[in-house]
């Protein structure tokens, strides 16, 4: 027996199996019970051929289980790319949800002062006529006390027209170092139109501390700008008048739409106003026991609606309010 | 309040280019809103193309009746034959004209043209035509002594700049063409020229009797007798400066006195003195119900608090608001008394916002007018009356209680630095400080920087403090000098607290699961609670409630999504709302609600999550509420959840309100590791027949209690009721799995749990095990 031809036939013919039938006819043709090796092997004496044709029977049996993976693998390939679907379909429709425009903008300024070390204090609504005007400084007959501006439950009850009576409430909690932001809800008498709804957002901030000087409140109006509308931005302030802040000012921003140049979202004068600030008026320290010889502080707010409409390009407030799905679910 | 750059000019000079006097005032003392060119346009030599002219001849259009043909020396050799619309004017006029190649303000190009047959080269101009005023009844008519052809430009202001600003409530000073001039100087540091105005001679008769009865009302009143007052057209100049200044010229007497009050800032009043009863004045309060006509034609009914001036005894103005009717100058006025007053701006502002009748006086008047500037005033109205109308002065009486004196106060330069945060040498602020008009007492050099400062009297309500002076250093020196820093922090804290974060993860939870955030108003129409507060005077009928449940919002909400053809509505809405309270202020307190398409199981999952979310393993019992389905409704110990009753919202809504606090009261500060993996669980599935009334939350519970914390979970995955069973009852088959942290569990263990379970269940519920 020529095992040398046998075995290359025996070889030939696996490679030659094209499926798992034909390559069990090989394997029962050249291995099996009855085949030329298993007998030949089953009958030899000699040591030498006997190694011989083990040999042989093992590389035989090593090529069938190769060839046999190897179609098996074909076989797996060929059933996939049977299976192959258009890729551009959708994907499996899975109900989606967003915050609100406005809550993301509010996480967003909270994560920028939280990062500046400030709390995040979320004061009360209603508020006594004290702690939303008395306090803040503003006369009897300044205009925001009005009715006719102002939402009020009661003579000494009105829902607060700023966040910031909660600064007034921490300052009576506790003694300097105070850095902290309220946001939420406020509230006017306003007639609802495009830029105005009674009820709004703002972020309201204080920071009081030995040596706090208008130049920190640029430094900081600067971060919150750059965070808000890009590293680009400048601030500039601009004199104003407020009754709690002394200086007081406006912050203006560069107008991120025409880097300055002029536009219509910044009116051509390539600044945006921003809100509010200034030092805080020595005044509102005597209330609450500060020494305004050894503290001093600042205060800034700025309208989240306003941040909207800027940076988003909302053309009118009052949709801030329908929650339309649609709407939703750009932002 | 808009002011012509000439008339500015008048009073300071400045080099600087328009738009960067703009820029500077916007950032150190009013906002700027704009700078605008008003009159002819002066460009391309369009200026050239207006000239003074004399009127020839002039006679009716031979093919219109109400047309004249002019004959007119421009001061060139040959006349111009202009066609005119206007007939105040006869031959030998000077007027003004505009020749071929003129543009006009609204923009029109003048030619040489036909009219009806006729050449027409130009046009003889009406003020409103070159926008010095606005009349259009007749041309205007200058000065016979001018030659023919003189550059208009030179006779009439054509071309000039009108600057509008806002002032804040703080700077009436602003509100006045000198304030503003005076600023400009003190921002540029040029000079500002003295105030206008010299006194007449002031005849020898007896002045008016001025009799105040409520001084704080009017705590300074100078009245001054004219007679021999001729009422006429004020002079051009007068009338354009009006115009630009935004106001409209009326009678030479309105005129002057409308300017002075936009010089100074301080407003005047004329009355025509023979309408006096008595020829006298006098301030008062308002008897209650009291009534006065006033210049509008308006009859106000007045309150005790309004300030008036009066006659005799009756009411012949509203003190700094407006003038009465009756007592008005008119053209048959010849004698004037002239009122220049100090009025409080607390009692105007009432009175003007009860009235709603705001002026222009009364817009100076609320915001506090320095009593120094009354005096002014009255001068220079003194000296433009006897110059325009041809008045004498009579008599003038100054009727004042004591002025407050000019604030003084101590001032350190070192601290105005420090509170800047820059630098500025102290010998700088202080000369700033000095151009705006603050006087410094001591040596001129004094070495600290430390000095006693007054404030100039019109300043003398917004200045009072060293902090205030601050503000100036900090403005006039330049508010974008002051450099970027950050506050040095000795301490640092800064972190959201555990509700603040246990609130983000709510919303994170929720929009997870396919839910939107929804905003509602907190104010609703009306409120479940009865008890909940009203506004007295309602935003609307619609929000007229603070609510005490987000559900109205959020159905609202879900109402108005699908009436416009949205699909999947899911939404959640996390607010305060606002419960009664004994202590005064309503509890304020923060709920998440949300409303979802689907009925009572897609909110039980939202409200499963929620609870899942903070660890806490909510108890559902049944419970009833208007606007849920009776059947379909459930309480957990921090809030509700259901399905909305048809008549609230039709198509099958979940519905869900819980209340974060206490939701959150029972979350632990960290959560303990528990080993749930090293021993596997055994399974079990257990059915059980029970009355079909029993909730599946009790036998779960009961199972829970007789395995004790060993079953680690019990789940429903089947309930079946029908044929195979008898009347009345179910089948409620769960999922148990039973688990150790100390070891793998026997078939033994576990046999035993179960048989502990089967026992419970039947002796408590009767439940018996299936086979
Ligand atoms: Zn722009």
Known sequence: MDVQALEEEAQNAIGAAVSADQLETVRVQYLGRNAVLPQALREVRDKETGRTLNEARRRLSEAIDARR????????????????????????????????????????????FLGLGYEVIDGREVETTYYNFTALNMPTWHPARSPLASLYLDDETVLRTETSPAQIHTMEQRDPPIYMVSLGRVYRRDTPDATHVPI??????????????????????RHVMRALFGEDREIRFRTHYFPFTEPSIEPDVSCFLCDGAGCNVCRHSGWIEMGGAGLVDPKLFESVDYDPERVSGFAFGLGLERIAMLRHGLPDLRQLWENDLRLLHQF | MKVPISWLREYVDFEVPLDALADRLAVAAAEVERIVPVGVADEGGNLEHFVTGRVLEASKHPNADRLQLCQVDVGEPDPAQIVCGAWNFSAGATVAVARPGATLPDGMQLKRVKLRGEISEGMILAEDEVALGSEHDGIMLLADDLSPGTPLVDVLPLADHVLEVEVTGNRPDLLSTYGLAREVAALFD???????GIDPPVGSSEPVPIEIADSGGCPRYIGRAFSGVEIAESPQWLRTRLHRAGMRAISNVVDITNYVMLTFGSPLHAFDLDRLAGRRVGVRRAESGERLRTLDGVERVLSVDDLLIVDGDRAIALAAIMGGEETEVTEATSNVLLEAAN?????ILKTSERLALRTEGSNRWEKGVDPHQAALAATYASELLVSISGAVLDSTSDVQAALDPAPRTPFRAARASALIGLEIDAQDQRALLQRLGFEFEGPDGAPDGEWTVTVPTWRARDVTREIDLVEEVARVHGLDRVPFTLPQRRELFGRLTQEQRLRRRVEDALVGAGYSEAYTWSLASDDVDPAALRLPVPLSAEHAVLRTTLSAGLVDAAAHNRDVGNHGI???????????????LPDERWHVGGIVEGGYFVAKSAVDLLHDLVRVEPRFERTSQPTLHPGKAARVAAGWLGEVHPSVLDGGWGMFEIDLATLFADVPERTLYEDVITYPA????????VDRQLPAGDLIEAAL????????EARVFDVYEGDQLP???????????????AGTLSDEDARVLREKIVARLAEQHGAELRA
């Open chain 1, 69 to 112: 993976d190897e179609l098996e693998r074909d076989e797996l390939e060929r059933r996939l790319s049977e299976e192959s679907v258009d890729v551009t379909l959708p994907g499996t429709e899975k109900a989606r949800g967003h915050l609100h425009l406005i809550t993301q903008i509010r996480r967003e300024l909270e994560d920028i």
């Open chain 1, 200 to 221: 709004f957002h703002q972020v309201e901030g204080l920071a009081i501390d030995e040596g706090i000087t208008l130049a920190d409140l640029k430094g900081t109006l």
């Open chain 2, 190 to 196: 040029t000079e500002l020229r003295p105030p206008p």
């Open chain 2, 343 to 347: 009025f409080e701006p607390v009692g």
């Open chain 2, 570 to 584: 899911a939404l959640f809405e996390v607010a305060r709302v606002y419960l009664p309270s004994d202590e005064g």
């Open chain 2, 682 to 689: 055994v399974h079990q599935d257990l059915a059980f027949v």
């Open chain 2, 705 to 712: 209690a007789a395995a004790g914390p060993i079953l680690r």
């Open chain 2, 727 to 741: 009347g009345g009852k179910k089948s409620i088959a769960l999922n148990v799995s039973f688990q150790s942290d």
